[in-house]
């Protein structure tokens, strides 16, 4: 059982340019979570999803958008990357709702320039 | 509004000495309370939590935390730690009724031998 696997697992990218980050978990979770992970402040949730067609707004999801359309999926687009999106990018999922264990992918290193 | 504070950003012990890290988090209705590590390099996996009844909560590598409601404090402990338990390490709280868990900033632990 893989769990949850992310791509890819680091990237440049240039400013302005979309980016999509991959996520699946194989855990049959209904909830997940795309978190990042910055120097000093720990990890803010951007998205999350409790459940297949539905998503949610985090703590800060400016710049960023999720699709939800089956169990497995839960990709993370930058639609025009900027340099303040440089992070560590990890996604999670959990079985029933944020009252569960989460369990975290191994993260996307993202550059932007 | 849920928040968390971790105390110290960084803690540094001797091998077989005790450890507390600190945790206190703010609100005003019910919480579900979290402790996750972080390897180096890795994703967070959780080291226990506290959903309801009893306060002293044990969890994996012989860790425990102690939900104390009067402090607001979800503190973790250690007996005697290990070289393998350097890590960092996140609080973090769910409000009932709330989607989403909020992590704290992060506890450095460095063990020296």
């Known amino acids: 059982i893989a769990g949850i696997t992310q791509a890819p697992t680091s990237q440049i990218l240039a400013a302005g340019r979309r980016m999509t980050l991959r996520c699946t978990q194989d855990m049959r979770h209904n909830a997940m979570y795309w978190y990042r992970q910055d120097l000093g402040l720990g990890l803010r949730l951007i998205h999350y999803s409790n459940t297949a067609g539905t998503t949610g707004k985090g703590e800060v999801p400016d710049g960023y958008s999720v699709s939800r359309a089956n169990t497995d999926d839960f990709p993370l687009t930058l639609a025009s990357a900027v340099p303040s999106q440089t992070s560590v990018y990890f996604c999670?999922?959990?079985?029933?709702?944020?009252?569960?264990?989460?369990?975290f992918g191994p993260g996307t290193r993202l550059t932007v320039l | 509004a849920q928040s968390v504070t971790q105390l110290d950003s960084q803690v540094p012990v001797f091998e077989e000495a005790p450890v507390e890290l600190r945790c206190n988090y703010s609100?005003?209705?019910?919480?579900?309370l979290f402790w996750y590590v972080q390897y180096p390099n890795q994703g967070l996996q959780l080291l226990l939590k506290y959903l309801s009844g009893s306060t002293l909560v044990k969890g994996i590598n012989g860790f425990e935390a102690e939900f104390n409601k009067s402090q607001t404090s979800f503190h973790l402990r250690k007996p005697s730690v290990h070289i393998s338990d350097t890590a960092e390490y996140f609080c973090a709280v769910k409000e009932g009724g709330s989607e989403k868990l909020v992590f704290g900033k992060g506890t450095k632990l460095t063990v020296n031998p």
């Open positions: 999670a999922s959990s079985r029933e709702g944020a009252s569960d264990t989460q369990y």
């Open positions: 609100s005003s209705v019910s919480v579900y």
